[in-house]
Every structure is written in structure tokens, then in C-alpha cells.
């Protein structure tokens, strides 16, 4: 191996050091140089601190074994565990290496030896967008046999749809059929995921320790001196960001109520890309809270124990529990509590289809007064689920609004059973007063990103608050300079009461920065008109935007607009094309792999 004298000036090294590098490198075979990075990377991470580092010798990490670690995640729930699980394995002197499930190259499947799956399912049993490449192989006649793999499913979903870690249930049961060997029996993750996953985690590096052998000489790395930094704000470490304006930016006669919220970033050291969302820390609402407890005849200043934790039942059900969304194994255990034969049968697999529209519809204050029992505070709080964080699409670009981060938010807020509902992370957002804080963090979304080439056109399909990603592309784009065009298609019910940000819209079509906007207003005529039909309409100009490198980007409902538009897209392909309705389908699948297709739907 070696450096042309061009690369060598690229390199952030002195000459002397270059060849030192290359003369590690020559004849490293890929086990090698995947430990290597790896171990280069822990150092990186380091860095702030005076290290003290012992070297290993290069030998020792060839011809080790790889432990691959794929995930394929809509929210970012599966890459946070894969990533935490490539740390711990790298720390223990494992060869790893750590793949989105859209880049694995799948032609190496049938060369694994221990492969670890972190897979999420999207709604009623759909695999994430990034992952459905890969899930398609493995399901379909080219998966090749995998008698030499050692593997384990991590699977995370949510137990309010009947179809709970379909994606993770599939892959795990096609795995062995093409015969590979579990190192791991499954775990179905719920939403609060670290329950479950975090214990497999360990046994998943347990198993891999045992499987593969260590680099006999782990790499020593001591801190001997502290680095005192700003803090480092997360997911576990939120952000309290203040609000700076929430304002409705639809009609007073609108049936929705969104509203457009700006949030203060300022001393947080926290940045965002278009694409990325922020997640909210919600507060369930205080009169659900008092519901409750009067339905269940139990005392809010009650202290409750609970995983080493001991808190007065109303902050329990306040900030840790959640109580606004309902998940199978509560139904499972309140119906032994209420000894009700009706939600038995309803939890029976037979019965699935009518089980979804209560795990949809109902919250959990509905489910106690329509099948009454008796709770104790410590039950009810080992019962009920975690209260998880809500994901938000982000509305802004940080070249424009600098520290602050804007949100486009329909609040859920709706009666049934004869009372009102509201969400939990809406209603807390939409009653926050200007100076009231929220915590928040910012969730990276890789998959959901402006072209690198600013000379690339896009295409943006983004109805109802689909539409903020796609506020925050026009901004960034504009800030840079992108020669490339903008196509916006947007939809609402009425065009007077739910144009959102309407006038901005118009601005940036004045100016340039929108090139083309087209509008479906579904209750503005007898006939509804959504935006697949608009799409249809413009097809043959979809159609040479496509052909022309152009990205496609599409956001907002998963269970109805994402699928309708997705039909639509498929069509326009077949006609305008000229493709057979296979041809259609790998032509679409193609620009999802080439990340020119891509979705953010919920």
C-alpha cells in the first residue's frame, strides 16, 4: 500500500507519520482494519484528557473475527442500542463493525459468522424504511443458506398495534429457517425499550465474548487528568429549552388546532441538520392525572416504590408513566384484575382486528371505567409503561434561526367515551406559557437529509404538519445557495382555515426559493382531492424531475398518506416510464437505496 504525494498533503499528518501509517496498514487484512478504526475511534473520544495509552501490536488483531451489528431504526431507538453496544464490544477487545440496515452490503451475508440484528417496526408491522432492502432479501429466493452464521434479534415496536415487532418476529424466524443458529433467543422490545433491551445487551456481549476471541492485548487507555466540559445534552440528559413564541397558525373554525412553537437552544451547545427531529420530554395532563386517581380511589401523596425509586403516586403518574396511550401487557393484566372474560377474548389472537381499534382509540382512564378493578399505587405503577419521549420534525434551519429550533404541532384534543382526550406531549407543549421550559434533545435522522449536491432538485410531499421538515429544506437552501429547484405539494382540508405558513409559502415563491407549490384542499369541493391526486396530475413532470437526478422526499401520516402516495408514485412510473409493475417497484427501490427516496412518516 501506498500514498501518492497528493494524499499525503490531505492527510492531517506530518510525512514521517504518513508513512509510519502506512507501513501499519500494508497487509492488514479487514478484520484488522475494522479493529483498528475502531480502536483509533476510542482514542478520538478521549482526546479532551491526557491520555496514557499501552500499545497492542497490530498482529494480534489479524485474522480476528468481526461481530457485525446491523440496525434499522424509524426514530433512532435501535441506533441508540447499537451504538452502545459497538462501545461495549470495542472496549472489551472485539473486532466490530456497526451498519445502517440500508448500507449493509448484502452480498457479505452469506460470509457472516456472528451478526446481531437491532431492528424496529414501524406501525402495524411495516419495517422501517431504512431496513426494507435488506428485510426483502432475507424474506425473498436470493437469501442465500446461512448454516456457518451465529445471530440474535434485538426487535423494538409497539405493543398498541396488534402486529407488535412483526419486523424483528420475521427476520428472526427466516434466519433460522435459512440455518443459522440463534446465539440468543429473541426479546421483543416496547416503547420504553431500555427495559428489556438493555439486559439482552449484556447477554448479546456475553455471547459475542464467548464466540469470538478477544485481541489478546486490549489496548490500556488511563485518564490522568480530568477535563471539566460543558455538559453534553441527550436523550437521558434533556435540554429545559425555553419557549420564546407559540402561536395557532390555523383558523379559529379549523377543525385542528396547530400551532407553531419556537424553542431557545441558546447555551445548550446543541445542533440540528434539516431532517432531524427534536424529542420532548411530555408532563401527562393534570386533570387525566386526578382522573385517575379519584377512578380508582387512590391517593396521590400515596409514596410509591418502584425499581429503587420511591415517588409520591401523582409524580408518578405525572412524568413516568404512561397513561395516555395504551399498551397490550396493561390490558393483559387489568383484565385478571377486573376478571373480565370480554377483554380476554379481545387479547386472544383470534381476535386481533377488533383488539386494535381499543388499543387505538382508548386511553387507559377509559379502559378502568369500562372494566372496573381494584389497584394498588405499587400495581398500577409496575404495570403501566414508561413515559417515553415524543419526536417532533424539526421546522427550521440553524442557518437562519441560529440558537432557537421551531416546531410545527397538532395538538391532540378530541372527545370520547364521553369525555375529553388530549396527548400528553401536545397539550403539555400547547399549555406551556412564553418563558415556560421544555425538555428536550435533538434525535439525528440520517436517513432524511438535503441532497449533498445543492444543484439537485427535490421534490417535497408533506400534508398537513408533514409540512415541517420541508419549511426547514427551504430555509437551509436557501441560506446556501442551492441552484437546485423546489417543488412543494401540499394538502389540508380547507384552504382558508389550514394553509399553513401560507404567506411564507407565498414569500418564497415571489423570491425564488419555491419554484413550484401545488395545493389539495380535500374539503374545499364535493369531491376530496388529496395530494397523491395532484401528483397523478403532474406526473409526466414528476416523472422528468425523477430522471433528472432529482430527490424525493415524503412526510406526515404513515397509516394512510404514505402508502397512497407511495401507489402513486408507482404509477407514475408505470406510465410515464413506460415500466412493468415489477420494473416500477425495483425503480422506487433503487431510489431508496441511492437515498433519493426518502420518508419521515408517523
Known sequence: MSLTPAIH?????????????????????????HWLSGYAAGLAVRRPAELHVLPTPAAAAQNAPILSIVYGSQTGNSRHLAEQLKREAEASGLGVRLLRAGEYPLRELKNERLLYLIISTQGDGDPPDDARSLVEHLLSKRAPELKQLSFAVLALGDSSYPKFCETGRLLDERLAALGATRALPRVDCDLDFERDGKPWLIRALNSAREQLKPVAAVASIKTLRSVTGTAVFGRDNPFRAEVLASQRITGRDAQKDVRHIELSLADSG???????????????????????????????????EFEGRRLPLARWLSG???ITRLARPFLATHAAHAGSSELNRLLAPASRDELAPLLRDYQVIDVLRQWPALWSGE???ASLRRLT????????????????????????DYQAFGSRHVGAASNFLATLDEDGRAPVYVEANERFRLPVDASRDILMIGPGTGIAPFRAFVQERTAINASGRNWLFFGEQH????FLYQLEWQEALKKGQLHRLDLAFSRDQAQKIYVQQR????????????????????CGDATRMAPDVHTALREIVIEHGGKSSEDADDYLARLSQQNRYARDVY
Open 320 to 322: 413516568e408513566r404512561e
Open 389 to 412: 419521549p415524543r419526536l417532533y420534525s424539526i421546522a427550521s434551519s440553524q442557518k437562519l434561526v441560529g440558537d432557537e429550533v421551531h416546531l410545527t404541532l397538532g395538538t391532540i
Open 379 to 381: 400495581e398500577l405503577i
Open 9 to 33: 498533503a490531505l492527510l492531517p499528518l506530518s510525512e514521517e507519520k504518513s508513512s509510519m501509517l502506512t507501513s501499519l496498514l500494508d497487509g492488514l487484512d479487514t478484520a484488522a482494519l
Open 270 to 304: 446543541l445542533t440540528y441538520s434539516p431532517g432531524d427531529a427534536l424529542g420532548v420530554w411530555p408532563q401527562n395532563p393534570p386533570q387525566l392525572v386526578n382522573e385517575l386517581l379519584q377512578t380508582l380511589k387512590l391517593d396521590g401523596a400515596s409514596e410509591v
Open 535 to 554: 401528483l397523478r396530475e403532474q406526473g409526466r413532470e414528476v416523472w422528468d424531475w425523477l430522471e433528472n437526478g432529482a430527490h424525493l422526499y415524503v
Open 495 to 498: 384552504f382558508a382555515s389550514q
